[in-house]
Structure formats: structure tokens, C-alpha cells
């Protein structure tokens, strides 16, 4: 059974930085395609970044752009969000996905507030 959790959401001021995690376990992830969505209250799910199995070929979502980096670890089974310059406009929950092909799974979340 494939299972995502997310990790290293908080609270943090606007300015600062966390890092997300996502841990996979039941299977390995090294071809599998590995994203960050977020949903704020109230809206609706946004894309947030992608980086494809295989190739590490990296997609960002227009408002994280130069600010958000996504990474992976294969051997851990890993992935990682490092946020930078964190806005108001991005406190959201925070969820990561991995895309077999056939399969997507979906974390829980992790709930990160950026407060003034």
C-alpha cells in the first residue's frame, strides 16, 4: 500500500522560509513524477510544482517562481518543498502527490500560515 506523508509545515513570518517533506513508503519513486499542491481556504486546489521521474525535469506554479524549490531524494524515498520569501498568500495546506501513470496518491497535508 503506497502511502505519502507530509512534514514541516508551521507557522512563520512573512519573509522567512520552511522546508516541506514527503515521505513514500510501499514503493520506490525514482520513475515516478512527484508534486506540490496547495489550497488556501475557500479556493481551490492550486499547482504548486512538479519534478518528473527519470529525468528531474522541474515545473513551478507562476506565484512560487523563483521563490519555491522542489528536490527529491530517491534512496529515501523523499521529496522536498524549500519555500523562501514567504507571503501572506501562501498559507495554504500543502499536499504532495505522486503520479505513477496509472496511479496518483495523495498525502494528507501539512498546514503552513505565514503571518505578518
Known amino acids: 500500500q503506497v502511502q505519502l506523508v507530509e512534514s514541516g509545515g508551521g507557522v512563520v513570518q512573512a519573509g522567512g522560509s520552511l522546508r516541506l517533506s514527503c515521505v513514500v513508503s510501499g514503493r520506490t519513486i525514482s520513475s515516478d513524477d512527484m508534486r506540490w499542491y496547495r489550497q488556501a481556504p475557500g479556493k481551490n486546489k492550486e499547482f504548486v510544482a512538479r519534478?518528473?521521474?527519470?529525468?528531474?525535469?522541474?515545473y513551478y506554479g507562476d506565484s512560487v517562481k523563483g521563490r519555491f524549490t522542489i528536490s527529491r531524494d530517491n534512496a529515501k524515498r523523499t521529496g522536498y518543498l524549500q519555500m523562501n520569501s514567504l507571503k501572506l498568500s501562501d498559507t495554504a495546506i500543502y499536499y504532495c502527490s505522486l503520479f505513477t501513470g496509472p496511479n496518483d496518491y495523495w498525502g494528507r497535508g501539512t498546514q503552513v500560515t505565514v503571518s505578518s
Open positions: 519534478i518528473m521521474g527519470q529525468n528531474d525535469i522541474i
